[in-house]
């Protein structure tokens, strides 16, 4: 069944009201509704939120059901990197069961659309793109899972890996990665060049890494929107993480938001609070398309964060010091319906004709929501319970 | 029953051991200590930390146990400080039963030692003062509370604030509390040489909010260690939040850092992500005392926060950009042990000899625990258990 009739709802902490679901699709909202044949929950005046959106994370490289993984390694990017395909082996870490744990995970805090990135690299091949793309398979009722291609060692540095990408395009990734075309890869037009080649070649999109801060983040910017132009590439291509359009020159910031508006660049944050990241009203004022996301977590990049899409409003919103409760909203915004949005996805809101994603949330205000996210009480998906008292109904491996 | 046996505890994550408080202060820690005529408590292997130290908040102007406050507050600082004042008259807030509810918050959350800033302003006189003072001696058992008389509204520019500041002193406050004496009063002169004058006479410390960043607060700065020097107080002025220590020109911040550590001037955070904080290593290399808070939380300024000294550490390692789980310990330290020397208490640690005030935590290890701060076990002030599953045995009001 997957009619679903929820009484007594507050929508975005509003007034009481009922939402009716059919055939996956938000049907009716309104005081006491009534319906016949469907299932019925009662959020006994709780508030009702979209389903939250994690358009930022990385499914395969969790170590949920592993002992704690105690962090002692280097200092660099690389270090990092090398370390996490060492670990890798030595686990034996399968993406598949890791993608699920944490996938199921998410969909208790009431996630139901994930961007991840799949590691693919010379040393591990594909093998993390198929057990990502079974999760997908196994979870289509529970959560939608886009697949970005994600070179992480390394696209020019390491030979081979972009026909390694060019095959994940053509068994089903959903779009071309790519990361730090100057700092990691050190060519960035060889980086640039491949990836956009490849995004033409399978016509998908791209989502880019960009880590670089400052000039070189602005530099790599400029490069990305001349292939943009000269591709006719606009609204295909976002940027992750930019930290460059946080950086303190306010006028060449300027000059990049005002580019990203005008070529359709949207933005994804995971709003660490140890970098300069691109500002949420700054960027929602120049009409930039805004997500956010958890990144990865509990793996080997370090130990913080859990999958919770509203405790990163809450963290998006004292990364940016919002306030008041209208800014709150804001802040949920970027991590329900906007962050859709910048995933091309127009039907994901609280409104008649949306999907059917809901969850019900505790607080008095959406803004207490944000601020204490406790356990969702309910969450939704396409119409269909898929999780209570913060416990996914799926069982995890 | 002041004498208490732990049993069973692994003490900062590691292995077995019991610890034994007599009179308050641990007497032994060890495997399989006997003892008779003392309680006990089983930690069934969990892991034991000190007592939390919440080195900077407000315990007088929380809004907890009042309905969600709606945040509509203007941008400036002057904004949030009138306002305060407004919504403190009209919901008759009484500084006595807020402080109450927020330091038996923050004691279910296993925090033992608090230093509050407490508002002295030509309004409300002194009853601030008296309510929270009146806290601190029904909750002696429970938590040590450190007074600061905090003139949030400004000295210079409100007559009279100075001598409240005054009988405030002589009442029983513990410190002379100031805030940004060039932002906010236009008068640094003035607002330096009254609050050290009334040190001086008090013969008590000084604990100065200072928001003023990179040049500014430099300046700020530097008055205050020339007043310092001149006066021979070194060891006995702190400095809240210090924004300008986090300041990118690494050799004007250099300078200030080793002047702290050459003055002995405890800086206290509460490393909000929004702001450039002090970076916790470069500090800790120097030499100078460090130590952390929740701030204030639910109240007219903002919505985040709980009280948590256990989530701060998070925060703290978050916006230090802290991974490795060595790195997590110096989180927890200044969230402890390193937070009561910036306090003057030099016997706050899991010692022999010192303090009874121990926490048990849930986690795998101490990275795990702060991480994912999960409602602590059991807690212990001074050999005698005050919360349990996260939740103070004292009635709240």
């Known amino acids: 069944m997957r009619d679903l009739l929820l009484q007594n709802t ?21 005081p006491t509704l009534a319906a016949e044949g469907v299932a019925i929950e009662d959020a006994d005046g709780r508030i009702a939120i979209p389903g939250l959106v994690d358009a930022h994370t990385h499914l395969d490289k969790s170590l949920l059901g592993y002992p704690w993984y ?70 289509a009722d529970v959560v939608e899972i886009e697949i970005v291609a994600f070179p992480q060692s390394g696209l020019m540095r390491r030979a081979g890996t972009a026909e390694l990408l060019d095959r994940a395009m053509a068994m089903g990734a959903d779009l071309v990665g790519g990361l730090d075309p100057c700092g990691m890869d050190r060519d960035p037009k060889g980086h640039l060049d491949t990836i956009f080649a490849l995004a033409e070649k399978h016509g998908k999109g791209i989502d880019i890494h960009l880590h670089e801060s400052g000039e070189l983040g602005a530099f790599s910017m400029e490069l990305i929107f001349e292939r943009i132009r000269s591709l006719g590439l606009q609204g ?3 940027v992750s993480h930019a930290f460059c359009l946080g950086h303190g020159d306010w006028t060449m910031t300027q000059a990049l938001i005002d580019t990203c508006a005008e070529l359709d660049v949207p933005i994804l944050t995971t709003a660490p609070p140890s970098r300069e990241v691109p500002s949420l009203k700054r960027l929602r004022a120049a009409g930039v398309r805004f997500g956010a996301g958890v990144d990865g977590f509990r793996d080997t990049w370090g130990p913080y964060g859990n999958g919770d899409m509203l405790e ?63 356990p969702r009480s309910l969450v939704v998906t396409a119409g269909h319970v898929v999780a209570r008292h913060g416990v996914t109904l799926r069982e995890r491996p």
Request: aromatic share 2%.
């Open 10 to 30: 507050r929508p975005m902490g509003g007034p009481l009201a009922d939402i009716l679901i059919r055939d996956g699709r938000i049907a009716a909202i309104g």
């Open 70 to 139: 105690v962090n002692e390694v280097g200092p660099k990017l690389i270090d990092k990197i090398d370390n996490e395909r060492k670990v890798k082996k030595d686990y034996g870490l399968d993406a598949h069961i890791q993608s699920m744990r944490q996938s199921l995970q998410s969909v208790g805090y009431g996630t139901t659309l994930i961007r991840t990135h799949v590691d693919i690299d010379t040393d591990q091949g594909l093998i993390a793109l198929e057990g990502v793309m079974e999760t997908r398979r196994q979870l």
């Open 236 to 238: 295909k291509v976002a």
């Open 312 to 374: 990163r409003a809450m963290l998006l919103g004292m990364k940016n010091n919002l306030r008041r409760d209208d800014e709150l909203l804001m802040a949920l915004d970027v991590c329900t319906t906007g962050g859709a949005v910048a995933m091309d996805r127009t039907q994901h809101a609280l409104t008649v004709g949306g999907r059917g994603d809901v969850v019900i949330v505790e607080g008095e205000t959406v803004g207490e929501a944000i601020v204490t996210h406790q």
